[in-house]
């Protein structure tokens, strides 16, 4: 029985490929996983890693990334990525293993060779949203609305709230922020 997610709520994936052709067949497995399974993703598409840099916000629960990518290449986006958002699964997809290694600074789920197969596919899909079901513990976004960042509930100690200034005390570090505590 394939993992499913509280009250099968849609499932938000980012495929972020400067190639037409390898993004178009990704997309296809996924619609298929999707019909197979009955599930419900809400597939982003993305022509290059700066397209998704580029106002990233910590919306996406599982990213598919290419590698070797022009301009910004899919690491690099990777550890852009894990400095705002530390929950979101990250599949790397690549023409070559060589990268397998590098894949583990930016905790990256696993790697998918291309021309990615469905059952390659439907077995990482199924371990990503077997990881996001544990994950599925409460967190919220933070920060201003051009700098949101997803924090672990667990991960808070407190939050003040001064003229306007909120203050997210974490665990480790402290996110300041221009808001109002209801906000």
């Known amino acids: 029985m394939p993992p499913s997610t509280?009250?099968?709520?849609?499932?938000?994936?980012g495929v972020v490929d400067d190639d037409p052709k390898d993004r178009a067949h990704l997309i296809t497995l996924l619609k298929r996983y999707q019909s197979d399974h009955a599930r419900t993703f809400?597939?982003?598409?993305?022509?290059?890693?700066?397209?998704?840099?580029?106002?990233?916000?910590p919306e996406y629960d599982i990213l598919f990334l290419d590698i070797q990518m022009d301009g910004i290449d899919g690491m690099r986006a990777a550890t852009a990525?894990?400095?705002?958002?530390?929950?979101?699964?990250?599949?790397f997809v690549t023409n070559t293993a060589q990268y397998a290694v590098s894949g583990y600074s930016v905790q990256a789920q696993s790697y998918l060779l291309?021309?990615?197969?469905?059952?390659?596919?439907?077995?990482?899909?199924?371990?990503g949203l077997a990881q996001l079901n544990r994950m599925e513990r409460a967190s919220i976004l933070v920060g201003s609305r051009t700098a949101l960042r997803r924090v672990d509930v667990a991960d808070i100690v407190y939050i003040e709230s001064r003229r306007h200034k909120v203050t997210v005390h974490l665990l480790d570090e402290q996110i300041e922020f221009n808001a109002t505590l209801k906000e």
């Open 6 to 13: 509280p009250a099968a709520r849609a499932i938000s994936v």
């Open 114 to 127: 291309k021309p990615a197969t469905y059952f390659a596919l439907s077995t990482e899909l199924e371990r």
């Open 42 to 57: 809400r597939i982003t598409q993305f022509e290059d890693a700066a397209a998704l840099l580029m106002d990233y916000t």
């Open 81 to 91: 990525i894990r400095k705002v958002d530390t929950s979101v699964v990250l599949i």
